[in-house]
């Protein structure tokens, strides 16, 4: 069922809970495609931004207001989405569908469909847009143009709620990849946490001097190196092991490059 | 002595031979601040379409044409830079100024200043631009815009071809660097061509399925990756040792990445 199929199906009303780069993003792109977006987040100040710049249409402190929507999306740190999942989930609608955007699915969506109420639907989410920046400031609807949106259902997992979501994702304008948590987890690493390890090795190992010298592959090389060091421990913590055995195909790949160097002989 | 010192210094005729990514972009750039530009090729179907996209003002296969040039930037592949650009010095009017745009600078400067005839002035070159892409349909002035153009001049370097050039530089809103031709290799090393062997390894390491998932970081990280692999044989076989070092600083900063992942405790 697609949103084209059953345009019932999909959402009227969002609420993002934790409204920083990615939520604010998303919470612009909803409003965009006439979604009414409510904006929870414990800093008021972030609101307030968040309202002046029209990234959503009411804020509040009060994690309450998730009860007025057909969707919670919750953007926090990685750290916090469970326990804030949960939390949302107790207040939510019978019916409403609750999804995340944590980096890691597996062990989140575990821990959420533990602690979930009777009526309440959950999908694991994870939107692959975003930059190596942070916060509301940030937030762009265009970062998250055609990218991937995985949606990781189990087999506990309500098949009308991944449609509803799979809808939204269509609506706002990204593609639609669902996966089991725990092969989201290897690709994930391979494709996003292996890449900012290697971009930070690569900043560290390139000397003061011979930046005066860098061209454009280092700089887009090492963009992601400057993205948050926090967020980063959170996502190595929870897929520690999925990445170290992309870390280990990497290593494997940089040793055939570097025998074909060594072998080489000078023209 | 800058362009603004003495105007009459700054080159109103320039030769580019081999109207490549890079001889094309230069071109490009040096027509818009009103330098008359000469295509060289070996290749006609290039200068036909060089001229039809206005990249130059004429163009032709014949190499005797740097007799009319203040300036001659020769653009070739850099296993051809050593003869092409001693090739041209015969050709060329005194006091004219030769320079390359060659990716490895020792052995190049050494080779050409060894072939040089008396009266024409030599200063190796390299320009800190680019894409992944060859060939005059990819060449494109923007490319230059803000990047380094490293000027390597020896003890047996003229100093008014070193002043011309660099004012020739500022022209095409570029930033002159001036570096030893040794201390070049090693810094290109670490800021160019390791990151294209990372993003070579890189690009290897992830698999077919995970590209599914791929976030723009990877999709940043990997596109040099695509750049053609015998321009990055020549380069690597010129600057193999600068590199390999290179390789090994990286390597001990991924090593370290990589203990810190596995020392690291789930939360």
Not at 6 to 13: L, Q, V
Not at 227 to 251: K, T, Y
């Amino acid at each position: 069922v697609t949103a084209a199929d059953a345009p019932g199906a999909f959402p009227t009303s969002a609420a993002i809970v934790g409204v920083g780069l990615i939520g604010g993003s998303l919470a612009m792109r909803l409003r965009e495609v006439g979604v009414h977006v409510t904006g929870i987040d414990r800093d008021p100040a972030v609101l307030d931004q968040a309202k002046a710049r029209g990234v959503i249409d009411e804020g509040t402190t009060d994690l309450d207001a998730v009860a007025d929507a057909d969707v919670v999306i919750v953007a926090t740190p990685l750290a916090q989405v469970v326990q804030t999942g949960v939390a949302a989930a107790q207040r939510m609608r019978p019916g409403a569908v609750l999804t995340d955007v944590g980096s890691v699915k597996a062990s989140v969506v575990a821990a959420i469909d533990a602690g979930l109420p009777a009526g309440v639907r959950y999908v694991g989410g994870h939107p692959m847009a975003g930059n190596e920046k942070q916060g509301i400031g940030a937030a762009d609807a265009a970062l998250l143009d055609d990218r991937p949106f995985v949606l990781t259902p189990t087999e506990r997992t309500d098949p009308g709620a991944v449609d509803l979501l799979r809808a939204m994702v269509v609506r706002l304008r990204m593609r639609p990849v669902i996966l089991d948590p725990a092969q989201h987890d290897e690709l994930v690493a391979q494709a996003s946490h292996l890449p900012y390890l290697v971009s930070l090795a690569l900043e560290r190992s390139v000397g003061e001097d011979a930046r005066t010298v860098a061209g454009p592959a280092l700089v887009q090389m090492t963009r992601i190196a400057r993205s948050p060091l926090a967020l980063w421990d959170q996502i190595c913590r929870a897929n520690r092991e999925a990445i170290l055995r992309a870390l280990m195909r990497f290593e494997t790949e940089l040793a055939a490059v570097r025998r074909d160097v060594e072998q080489m002989t000078p023209r």
